[in-house]
């Protein structure tokens, strides 16, 4: 079974920046994807960003725009989140997931997580006000 943790959520101002983190412990697949999803108050779920344990290129939301960036730490099995020029808009619960590759791309199994079909962490919550 997989755990994970996440961390570094929180408030600040619109321009600020976060580093979110997720850590991964457990029986973790050999190949495995790890994805940000967020919800902001009274929308659904959305991809923010995803990335493999191997040579594959990130994903991120098209709301993204260069302002994010996912990256892991493999010795320690963290990915991190790296959040710049946050908005308003960015406010949301921020969550973490990861799932075994299973033969699909990065973006087939960040769609499944989309829809639940992962293991999460408890989430961090991040609030973009002036």
């Known amino acids: 079974q997989v755990q994970l943790v996440e961390s570094g959520g929180g408030s600040v101002q619109p321009g600020d920046s976060l580093r979110l983190s997720c850590a991964a412990s457990?029986?973790?697949?050999?190949?495995?994807?790890t994805g940000w999803f967020r919800q902001a108050p009274g929308k659904g779920l959305e991809i923010v960003a995803g990335?493999?344990?191997?040579?594959?290129?990130?994903i991120y939301g098209d709301f993204v725009k260069g302002r994010f960036a996912i990256t892991r730490d493999s010795s320690t099995k963290t990915v991190y989140l790296q959040m710049n020029n946050l908005q308003s808009e960015d406010t949301g619960d921020y969550s973490c997931?990861?799932?075994?590759?299973?033969?699909?791309?990065?973006?087939?199994?960040?769609?499944?997580?989309?829809?639940?079909?992962?293991?999460w962490g408890q989430g961090t919550a991040v609030t973009v006000s002036p």
């Open positions: 997931g990861t799932i075994p590759m299973g033969g699909y791309s990065l973006r087939e199994v960040m769609a499944a997580m989309e829809k639940g079909y992962c293991t």
């Open positions: 457990g029986d973790i697949s050999d190949y495995y994807a």
């Open positions: 990335l493999t344990n191997g040579a594959d290129d990130p």
